[in-house]
């Protein structure tokens, strides 16, 4: 799920649950799950999921 | 008066456990309604347990450092027959059936209780203003806050109401709480001190520990949580070769202009005692907020999802939205966040192989003004919540002792603090190094 598709999803929810004010908190945890998601070591844990395949391939 | 004089002077007999503690309860008294630092005083109890303590002593029966000490609780901490109320609400009607581990250990090392005090609601929170109990206050200006989310207990010291008291510190509310009122707060080692009985915030993230007077009361007490109740002090150590790391980029780009120069004044005060002091960098710092909020959201609304469901209307507002938070974030970004929290704690650990302490400011601004939802910082509005937090939470993400230490305060006389951050599993060495460096920092106090 892309963070567009989560906050949209949460936005939606708080917004049926009565909870406006919590949109704004909502706004603000999806640009620091954008930013989690950008993080060079998200890169490695991934060329380490490659490489798994790949092994598992030549196996 | 620091736990090391009363021990002095109580084996001197030129005081008694009753008396101090008679003086601490005159001083709750004269003090609660202006600084709001207790939600439960035992007065009745406490003078009981002082009494008790006093005649074990006379009779030959010496418990160690903590023999007949009056300390305040922070009320997330179950104490047998009490409430535990999180200053919520939502814990009206609890009383705690066992104490916790920590209680434990501080009964058997002699420790008389004088009671529970008030917290930002279950922990989670940096101020200490969305309390059931309403706000505690700064010692120092009563009109900002105490710190958090212990700013009860370190206010209760800061006014000498107790000798020392016990907090929590999931992003650092200890740490934070102790700068803000000018005392000493340590975070050991992630693991060390059992947190069973305490309500969790971050299962993850919580440590017990001591805000004391002084490195060596938090020495004591901390050596107490452990169960180790007849520890010796430290003893003097040379500040000559002692090798200290500032991590520069992120750890002091936003400061405020007076911590900066009661900070860097501090660091020369090092420098001149012969410390060997190095700038360093820890690469991946800008990814601490997001990894702390990751895991620490879901952990929170995990513990407090029954009562989410049940009794929404019985939490603080502002809680109850950061709660809701931790509700809708995916495993996922769960996942990613402990993976950015072991390269974390591996880029400390390299800053630390080569240095026996980080050292920077505790927090990057003065005590806030109660109310305060933004700081300025130079050019630049901030939120007051993420600005406390800034410069704390990433020992807790990546789970290594730190401690901080009162500095020089600002010309309003607000207290600013600086952090020492030792080895992991290291908390014994951390604290002899800030016994060290304490009169250096501490210089102008």
């Given at each position: 799920m892309t963070s567009e598709t989560w906050l949209k999803a949460a936005l939606?929810?708080?917004?049926?649950?009565?909870?406006?004010?919590?949109?704004?908190?909502?706004?603000?945890?999806?640009?620091?799950?954008?930013?989690?998601?950008?993080?060079?070591?998200?890169?490695?844990?991934?060329?380490?999921?490659d490489g798994a395949e790949e092994a598992a391939k030549k196996r | 008066m620091t736990i090391e004089e009363f021990g002095r002077r109580l084996r001197a007999r030129d005081v008694t456990s009753e008396r101090v503690t008679d003086e601490c309860l005159r001083r709750i008294d004269a003090e609660q309604s202006r600084l709001n630092a207790f939600i439960l005083v035992m007065a009745d109890e406490a003078r009981r347990q002082a009494r008790a303590l006093d005649r074990e002593l006379a009779g030959g029966r010496d418990r160690g450092p903590l023999h007949g000490v009056p300390m305040s609780i922070k009320d997330l901490i179950d104490l047998r027959g009490t409430p535990t109320t999180a200053a919520s609400r939502v814990r009206d009607g609890h009383v705690a059936g066992h104490d916790a581990a920590a209680i434990a250990h501080l009964r058997q090392a002699g420790v008389v209780i004088l009671g529970k005090t008030n917290l930002h609601?279950?922990?989670?929170?940096?101020?200490?203003?969305?309390?059931?109990f309403g706000p505690a206050r700064n010692p120092h200006d009563p009109a900002?806050?105490?710190?958090?989310?212990?700013?009860?207990?370190?206010?209760?010291?800061?006014?000498?109401?107790?000798?020392?008291?016990?907090?929590?510190?999931?992003?650092?509310?200890?740490?934070i709480p102790a700068a803000a009122c000018g005392i000493v707060g340590l975070k050991p080692t992630y693991g060390e001190v059992s947190t069973e009985g305490v309500i969790p915030l971050s299962r993850t993230f919580d440590h017990v520990g001591p805000l004391t007077q002084s490195v060596t009361d938090a020495f004591l007490v901390y050596h107490a949580l452990l169960g180790d109740h007849i520890a010796a002090p430290p003893a003097p150590m040379p500040m000559t070769g002692v090798r200290l790391a500032v991590p520069r980029r992120y750890f002091c780009d936003l400061l405020d202009d007076e911590v900066r120069a009661r900070f860097e004044r501090a660091l020369e005060r090092l420098r001149s005692a012969g410390a060997h002091v190095d700038d360093i960098e820890i690469r991946h710092a800008d990814l601490i907020p997001t990894v702390y909020m990751h895991v620490s959201l879901p952990d929170a609304a995990a513990y407090h999802a029954s009562t989410l469901e049940t009794m929404a209307e019985k939490y603080t507002p502002n809680v109850r939205l950061r709660l809701e938070m931790?509700?809708?974030?995916?495993?996922?970004?769960?996942?990613?966040?402990?993976?950015?929290?072991?390269?974390?704690?591996?880029?400390?650990?390299?800053?630390?192989?080569?240095?026996?302490?980080?050292?920077l400011p505790t927090l990057p601004i003065p005590a806030p003004t109660i109310g305060a939802t933004t700081v300025q910082v130079g050019r630049?509005?901030?939120?007051?919540?993420?600005?406390?937090?800034?410069?704390?939470?990433?020992?807790?993400?990546?789970?290594?002792?730190?401690?901080?230490i009162p500095a020089e305060p600002t010309s309003a006389g607000l207290p600013v603090g600086v952090q020492l951050v030792g080895g992991r599993m290291q908390t014994d060495a951390l604290l002899r190094?800030?016994?060290?460096?304490?009169?250096?920092i501490s210089t102008g106090v």
């Open positions: 939606a929810d708080a917004d049926t649950r009565g909870l406006p004010a919590l949109k704004p908190l909502l706004e603000g945890l999806a640009k620091l799950t954008e930013q989690l998601r950008a993080a060079d070591f998200n890169d490695l844990a991934r060329r380490g999921a | 609601e279950f922990a989670f929170g940096t101020t200490n203003e969305d309390s059931a900002r806050s105490p710190g958090g989310s212990s700013g009860g207990s370190a206010a209760s010291v800061a006014a000498r109401m107790a000798l020392a008291t016990i907090g929590t510190d999931t992003g650092g509310s200890i740490r931790g509700r809708y974030l995916l495993a996922e970004d769960y996942v990613r966040a402990l993976a950015g929290r072991e390269l974390l704690r591996r880029e400390v650990d390299a800053a630390l192989a080569q240095h026996d302490a980080l050292v630049e509005t901030l939120p007051v919540r993420s600005m406390m937090l800034r410069l704390t939470q990433p020992f807790n993400v990546t789970g290594h002792p730190a401690i901080s190094i800030a016994h060290a460096c304490e009169p250096h």
